[in-house]
C-alpha cells in the first residue's frame, strides 16, 4: 500500500496560482501511474491529470493549458502547477497512485478560488 501526502491547496483569487504536492511513501519509480483528481461539494470525483512512470501527460478539458502534472522520481513527489485559476476550480483535491494493480488516495488538499 502506498501513503500519499497532498499539501499546497489554499485560497486564492482568480487568475492566481497554487502549486499541489503529493509525497509518496514508497519510490514513485514503482508507481506505474499517478495523478491529481477533485471532488467539489455535491459533485463526484473527477479527473484532473495524470502522469505515467514515462512522464505522458493526460489532462481534463477543463484544466488544459492551464495546469501541467510533473513528478519527481528522486523525491517520489507528484506537483500540480496550477495557473489561471478560476472560481470552478474550488475543489478538494486528491493524489492518486496506481501500484501493482492497487489504487491508491491521499486524504485531499482544499482548494478554494474567490472571485
Known amino acids: 500500500q502506498v501513503q500519499l501526502v497532498e499539501s499546497g491547496g489554499g485560497l486564492v483569487q482568480a487568475g492566481g496560482s497554487l502549486r499541489l504536492s503529493c509525497a509518496a511513501s514508497v519510490s514513485t519509480f514503482s508507481i506505474a501511474v499517478m495523478g491529481w483528481y477533485r471532488q467539489a461539494p455535491g459533485k463526484q470525483r473527477d479527473l484532473v491529470a495524470t502522469i505515467t512512470i514515462g512522464s505522458s501527460t493526460n489532462y481534463a478539458d477543463s484544466v488544459k493549458g492551464r495546469f501541467t502534472i510533473s513528478r519527481d522520481d528522486v523525491k517520489n513527489t507528484v506537483y500540480l502547477q496550477m495557473n489561471s485559476l478560476k472560481p470552478e476550480d474550488t475543489a478538494v483535491y486528491y493524489c492518486?497512485?496506481?501500484?501493482?494493480?492497487?489504487?491508491?488516495w491521499g486524504q485531499g488538499t482544499q482548494v478554494t478560488v474567490s472571485s
Open positions: 492518486n497512485a496506481i501500484k501493482s494493480g492497487r489504487v491508491n
